[in-house]
């Protein structure tokens, strides 16, 4: 089976970092997956690490250590608009994909 | 607009009956995955079709079932339905058979069982 944890909420400023942490256990790997979901609507693919390190695209960023079963979705220059819920989903051996509970981010003004 | 295309958008039903919920995915991929989501849950996965065959399945129940046809959309019928079935569900698709790099989901559709 999968365990994949992440915080349940997190509060940051407009123009802030927030860094979202993710850690799994599962039975194999192969690649680990962010989605971003607003309220009501479909998750939207943001960045998927399969090696070691860090994945920046843009304003998001996604660090993968494999070794520690641990990865982070970093949100640099938050805006209003990034308030949302962060989905942490990990490909394992049978290539299915298992999501997290969500974080969901709250930006202010 | 991600390509996917879910109906109904949304359907009220009562307990005991059985609804169709249908999905076409983006033209050109062959891999159509369908997940529930409902409130005290995360996305959880229920099963994939790859060119009309079952490819992997996840925690569905035994009153759903699910198939693809030769154009490639998908259906997902849920039967004997009760309040927990409640919930959004999401199609996607993806382009290979391994759920590959991306997958595309589509709006969903909105279950509400009364």
């Known amino acids: 089976g999968q365990n994949i944890d992440q915080p349940t909420e997190m509060t940051a400023t407009e123009g802030a970092i927030v860094q979202i942490n993710c850690t799994y256990q599962?039975?194999?790997?192969?690649?680990l997956f962010w989605y971003q979901q607003h309220a009501g609507e479909a998750p939207t693919f943001l960045s998927y690490?399969?090696?070691?390190g860090l994945e920046e695209k843009g304003r998001f960023s996604s660090f993968l250590s494999r070794s520690k079963g641990y990865s982070y979705l970093l949100l640099k220059e938050l805006q209003m608009k990034d308030s949302a819920s962060y989905l942490c989903?990990?490909?394992?051996?049978?290539?299915?994909?298992?999501f997290g509970a969500g974080t969901t981010v709250t930006v202010r003004a | 607009d991600s390509g996917v295309t879910q109906t109904p958008k949304h359907l009220i039903t009562a307990t005991g009956q059985r609804v169709t919920l249908r999905c076409s995915p983006r033209?050109?991929?062959?891999?159509v995955y369908w997940y529930q989501q409902s409130l005290d849950q995360g996305l959880q996965f229920l099963i994939q079709?790859?060119?009309?065959?079952?490819?992997a399945k996840g925690n569905i129940l035994e009153r759903f079932s699910a198939q693809q046809f030769p154009d490639l959309h998908s259906e997902l019928n849920l039967s004997s339905l009760e309040l927990g079935d409640s919930a959004l569900y999401f199609c996607?698709?993806?382009?290979?058979?391994?759920?590959?790099?991306?997958?595309?989901f589509g709006p969903g559709t909105r279950l509400t069982v009364t």
């Open positions: 996607a698709s993806s382009s290979s058979g391994e759920s590959s790099y991306e997958q595309y």
């Open positions: 599962t039975s194999g790997f192969n690649g």
């Open positions: 690490n399969v090696l070691d």
């Open positions: 989903a990990v490909r394992g051996d049978d290539y299915k994909l298992s």
């Open positions: 033209s050109g991929d062959l891999s």
């Open positions: 079709y790859y060119n009309g065959e079952e490819r």
